[in-house]
């Protein structure tokens, strides 16, 4: 069964830092590409970040450049999101998805495997 499991968050300071994990069973998450996501409560799910299949390019958006940093172990099976100098506004649950069909990360609608979701709460 494929499945991916998000894990890393909870609550951190505004200026802090966490690094979130996206570890897959039932396929070799390097093969593909993968893309971080989040919702905040009232808001559409964002794409933020991409790691691609292949040459591992990656993707910020905006909102995020500069201060994320989405990296790939494949001897783990793991995909890792680096964030620093975090903001309240980053506060969102988070995902990690795997786009089996693309080269780079789809929009929401096109990635074709979803992890739960881990909480981030920037706060002081």
């Known amino acids: 069964q494929l499945q991916l499991v998000e894990s890393g968050g909870g609550l951190v300071q505004p200026g802090g830092s966490l690094r979130l994990s996206c570890a897959a069973s039932?396929?070799?998450?390097?093969?593909?590409?993968i893309g971080w996501f989040r919702q905040a409560p009232g808001k559409e799910r964002e794409g933020i970040a991409c790691i691609s299949s292949e040459d591992d390019h990656t993707y910020y958006s905006d909102s995020v450049k500069g201060r994320f940093a989405v990296s790939r172990d494949n001897t783990r099976n793991t995909v890792f999101l680096q964030m620093r100098s975090l903001k309240p506004e980053d506060t969102a649950v988070y995902y990690c998805a795997a786009d089996v069909d693309s080269y780079y990360c789809s929009g929401p609608d096109g990635m074709d495997y979803w992890g739960k979701g881990t909480l981030v709460t920037v706060s002081s």
């Open positions: 039932g396929f070799t998450l390097g093969n593909y590409a």
